[in-house]
């Protein structure tokens, strides 16, 4: 599980940049940005970033957005009474005002009509799986 080559970036001894998308998955809400992930995986914010580029293909920044937008929507669906500071804080932001700031920024929506626009699906496709329409 963990590298014991030494780089010119590693702080500690600690995760392999292989683990840092599970890492960040499983820990996610002690994690609120790219500094903080890359300190927590044990490299300098500037080696890690590179890594994780050449890794996964995909920017630390990207690789973040992706992991807390899953982690959004898989909240609101298994707890569609949550309340946005409870999903934000469980997806590693402060409170639901950066919260909102995120969804509004990368995906021009906000807690609210994410939330319904998902329940609604939700509700179709259940409609759909037991052959009721509307």
């Known amino acids: 599980m963990e590298e014991s080559k030494q780089h010119a970036g590693r702080l500690t001894n600690g995760y392999s940049i292989e683990m840092a998308v599970e890492v960040l998955d499983q820990q996610l809400k002690h994690i609120p940005n ?14 890690f970033s590179s890594k994780i580029k050449e890794q996964f293909g995909k920017t630390p ?61 939700r509700q179709m496709k259940d409609r759909e799986q037991s052959g009721l329409k509307n």
Do not use: C
């Open 34 to 47: 790219v500094k903080i992930w890359a300190v927590f995986m044990g490299y300098s914010r500037s080696y």
């Open 61 to 121: 920044t990207e690789l973040l957005r992706d992991i807390r937008i899953k982690h959004i929507y898989n909240q609101i669906l298994t707890h569609p009474n949550e309340t946005s500071y409870g999903v934000a804080r469980l997806v590693g932001l402060e409170n639901d005002d950066a919260l909102y700031k995120f969804l509004s920024y990368h995906f021009n929506t906000n807690f609210t009509e994410l939330r319904r626009s998902l329940l609604n699906g």
